[in-house]
């Protein structure tokens, strides 16, 4: 088709009220709004010859854009790329775990420079840590009428209705728990558009005193927290690494010492680590230091710490819990192991009673990319995969089912006849379920019941394992083995 003759690249002249710099790489004028009575933008000014001498240098704080030198001073108060003040609920590194930089070697060679030696010795490694796990989980693939209608919505493509099956699923699964109710905080990590925690919003109708907390350590565009001005429920959005949150220096939560529901979709690996510690050795570990019982506090007749005691051993647990757990539940699905670290992890002690260490926990996190990757793709393509990933990191569109690792990123093909694609997935799992037993373990050991099922058919997303946890004390799911 002819381009319109009226179109500014068709008349050679930029579109009125624009920048007049063509930008050779887009094949078009930039689009940039001009000042009366100038020709090119702020950002185009220094390469037009009728500019005067005024010289335009890359920003210090962020080289990917330009300012003139003689207002830079004034720029750098300004520019959105300058250091924020801290939150109160920002401590460095309080989720970060234990760093020990004598366990780590220096430097450990990709899988595709180990021997074959080398790579069967690791898998047999392996197998003996993996005799007795369940390798097959249950499944509890679920749906909730909340999404009735959208998921039935003849609009829907591909991606869409794949998301929504797994949203669907999940918050199935947190009804399951008995999770869904009033007087309670969710705290959606990798939160995203936040969407998870709109279809939870959306299933409590108009609960009273519930509030969302979505974490986030990127700026997001197409929030859908906007929906919900206007409801009874409270949306909070924090742009922070969960590295460094802590929860209990948030308002909402130290102040109305609402119990917490922790949830995420696809919580991208160590994110899962410094979660599960951020709500477990943060926040719950706080109340227990302090020695309150948020919740006996809240009864509103003056019964004594002693009355409310014996009430609750008679079984009245319904008003007065016997032990009062802040974080009320779990409910994640996991995602990307590959991206885990060891220093984050927290089943180190549980790799280190099988006699594994942090040069295992680095190969087999590795490794565990197999069992979604397949052969499916070029180098090429997974290079502008990875690209694309790195970019757009929350996009809905985007499935973390590899985050960009292939069997050719490890180089694992390249030793034939040792393994085939089957195999390769085999071990994948296997990885993935030794990286996810140690968080079992972890949950365990801290009073919680935690349970691995799949949450959606693998044809829905590769990445369909729920990781759930309720504590010992309220009615739990079967913990997996």
Same mark, same amino acid.
């Given at each position: 088709?002819?381009?319109?003759?009226?179109?500014?690249?068709?008349?050679?002249?930029?579109?009125?009220?624009?920048?007049?710099?063509?930008?050779?790489?887009?094949?078009?004028?930039?689009?940039?709004?001009?000042?009366?009575?100038?020709?090119?933008?702020?950002?185009?000014?220094?390469?037009?010859?009728?500019?005067?001498?005024?010289?335009? *240098?890359?920003?210090? #704080?962020? @080289?990917?854009?330009?300012?003139? /030198?003689? $207002? =830079?001073? &004034?720029?750098? !108060? %300004?520019?959105?790329?300058?250091?924020?003040?801290?939150?109160?609920?920002?401590?460095?590194?309080?989720?970060?775990?234990?760093?020990?930089?004598?366990? *780590?070697?220096?430097? #450990?060679? @990709?899988?595709?420079?180990?021997? /074959?030696? $080398? =790579?069967? &010795?690791?898998? !047999? %490694?392996?197998?003996?840590?993996?005799?007795?796990?369940?390798?097959?989980?249950?499944?509890?693939?679920?749906?909730?009428?909340?999404?009735?209608?959208?998921?039935?919505?003849?609009?829907?493509?591909?991606?869409?209705?794949?998301?929504?099956?797994?949203?669907?699923?999940?918050?199935?699964?947190?009804?399951?728990?008995?999770?869904?109710?009033?007087?309670?905080?969710?705290?959606?990590?990798?939160?995203?558009?936040?969407?998870?925690?709109?279809?939870?919003?959306?299933?409590?109708?108009?609960?009273?005193?519930?509030?969302?907390?979505?974490?986030?350590?990127?700026?997001?565009?197409?929030?859908?927290?906007?929906?919900?001005?206007?409801?009874?429920?409270?949306?909070?959005?924090?742009?922070?690494?969960?590295?460094?949150?802590?929860?209990?220096?948030?308002?909402?939560?130290?102040?109305?010492?609402?119990?917490?529901?922790?949830?995420?979709?696809?919580?991208?690996?160590?994110?899962?680590?410094?979660?599960?510690?951020?709500?477990?050795?943060?926040?719950?570990?706080?109340?227990?230091?302090?020695?309150?019982?948020?919740?006996?506090?809240?009864?509103?007749?003056?019964?004594?710490?002693?009355?409310?005691?014996?009430?609750?051993?008679?079984?009245?647990?319904?008003?007065?819990?016997?032990?009062?757990?802040?974080?009320?539940?779990?409910?994640?699905?996991?995602?990307?192991?590959?991206?885990?670290?060891?220093?984050?992890?927290?089943?180190?002690?549980?790799?280190?009673?099988?006699?594994?260490?942090?040069?295992?926990?680095?190969?087999?996190?590795?490794?565990?990319?197999?069992?979604?990757?397949?052969?499916?793709?070029?180098?090429?393509?997974?290079?502008?995969?990875?690209?694309?990933?790195?970019?757009?990191?929350?996009?809905?569109?985007?499935?973390?089912?590899?985050?960009?690792?292939?069997?050719?990123?490890?180089?694992?093909?390249?030793?034939?006849?040792?393994?085939?694609?089957?195999?390769?997935?085999?071990?994948?799992?296997?990885?993935?379920?030794?990286?996810?037993?140690?968080?079992?373990?972890?949950?365990?050991?801290?009073?919680?019941?935690?349970?691995?099922?799949?949450?959606?058919?693998?044809?829905?997303?590769?990445?369909?394992?729920?990781?759930?946890?309720?504590?010992?004390?309220?009615?739990?799911?079967?913990?997996?083995?």
């Amino acid at each position: 088709m002819a381009t319109s003759a009226s179109s500014p690249h068709a008349t050679g002249f930029p579109a009125e009220g624009r920048c007049g710099y063509y930008v050779e790489k887009k094949k078009r004028f930039c689009r940039m709004v001009v000042a009366a009575g100038k020709r090119f933008c702020g950002e185009h000014a220094g390469a037009a010859e009728e500019e005067d001498a005024r010289k335009r *240098i890359l920003c210090p #704080l962020d @080289p990917k854009h330009t300012v003139y /030198e003689d $207002q =830079l001073a &004034k720029h750098l !108060k %300004k520019c959105n790329s300058r250091e924020k003040p801290k939150p109160d609920f920002y401590i460095q590194d309080i989720n970060a775990g234990l760093k020990d930089e004598t366990e *780590i070697p220096e430097q #450990l060679v @990709p899988i595709s420079s180990l021997s /074959e030696e $080398q =790579l069967e &010795k690791l898998i !047999k %490694k392996l197998r003996k840590a993996s005799e007795g796990l369940n390798s097959t989980l249950k499944d509890h693939i679920m749906s909730h009428p909340a999404l009735h209608d959208a998921l039935n919505d003849p609009k829907n493509g591909d991606s869409a209705a794949k998301h929504l099956k797994q949203q669907a699923s999940i918050l199935g699964n947190i009804e399951k728990l008995k999770l869904l109710g009033p007087r309670r905080c969710f705290v959606e990590f990798g939160a995203g558009k936040g969407k998870l925690s709109h279809w939870v919003d959306i299933a409590l109708k108009d609960a009273e005193k519930v509030h969302f907390i979505l974490v986030e350590k990127v700026t997001t565009r197409f929030k859908v927290d906007g929906k919900h001005r206007k409801k009874n429920s409270v949306f909070e959005r924090l742009q922070i690494d969960i590295q460094h949150l802590c929860l209990n220096k948030i308002p909402v939560l130290r102040e109305g010492k609402l119990p917490v529901v922790g949830i995420g979709k696809h919580l991208c690996g160590m994110a899962t680590d410094l979660a599960l510690r951020c709500l477990i050795e943060t926040y719950a570990a706080s109340f227990e230091e302090r020695n309150e019982e948020p919740l006996a506090k809240r009864i509103k007749n003056d019964k004594t710490e002693k009355e409310i005691y014996t009430l609750a051993k008679e079984g009245n647990e319904k008003n007065v819990p016997e032990k009062w757990n802040p974080v009320a539940g779990i409910v994640i699905a996991l995602c990307c192991h590959h991206r885990c670290d060891w220093r984050h992890y927290v089943g180190k002690e549980y790799f280190r009673a099988l006699g594994l260490g942090a040069v295992e926990f680095h190969y087999f996190q590795r490794m565990s990319s197999w069992a979604t990757c397949g052969m499916r793709k070029t180098s090429l393509e997974t290079s502008n995969s990875t690209t694309k990933r790195q970019d757009n990191q929350n996009d809905d569109s985007e499935e973390h089912d590899d985050g960009g690792y292939r069997i050719t990123d490890d180089g694992a093909d390249s030793l034939p006849g040792l393994l085939s694609v089957e195999e390769k997935k085999k071990i994948g799992h296997l990885c993935k379920l030794l990286i996810d037993q140690g968080r079992i373990q972890y949950l365990q050991q801290k009073g919680f019941s935690p349970a691995l099922q799949y949450y959606t058919d693998p044809l829905v997303s590769l990445e369909n394992v729920l990781l759930t946890a309720l504590p010992n004390h309220s009615s739990s799911p079967e913990t997996t083995a």
